[in-house]
């Protein structure tokens, strides 16, 4: 079993920024693929960013490419997500994840934090 504990959320104006951190024990992110999702109110948890194990390669939602970023530590065994240039349809809670592999899906992954709100005001 892996914990995951995310933070750094927070209620900022639009055009603001924020980093999430998503600390795992170990040397977690060496082993495995890393994912952030989010879930809006009223709405399902959808995909944000994904970064690989071991090259570090990475993918992101239409909807947050050229803003947000997706990075990990190994040492420190942390991920990172750099969101820039907030809007109000930002607006969630973040959750990060670990899996097998990098992906758009939920089901590719197997540990999950117990998010983090993060509230973008116009």
């Known amino acids: 079993q892996v914990q995951l504990a995310d933070s750094g959320g927070g209620s900022v104006q639009a055009g603001a920024t924020l980093r999430l951190s998503c600390a795992a024990p170990?040397?977690?992110?060496?082993?495995?693929?890393a994912g952030w999702f989010r879930q809006a109110p009223g709405k399902g948890r959808g995909f944000v960013a994904a970064?690989?194990?071991?090259?570090?390669?990475?993918i992101y939602a239409d909807s947050v490419k050229g803003r947000f970023t997706i990075t990990k530590n190994n040492a420190k065994s942390t991920v990172y997500l750099q969101m820039n240039n907030l809007k109000p349809e930002d607006t969630a809670v973040y959750y990060c994840?670990?899996?097998?592999?990098?992906?758009?899906?939920?089901?590719?992954?197997?540990?999950w934090g117990q998010g983090t709100q993060v509230t973008v005001s116009s």
């Open positions: 170990g040397r977690t992110f060496s082993s495995y693929a």
């Open positions: 994840a670990a899996g097998g592999y990098a992906s758009r899906s939920e089901r590719e992954y197997d540990y």
């Open positions: 970064i690989t194990r071991s090259v570090g390669t990475t």
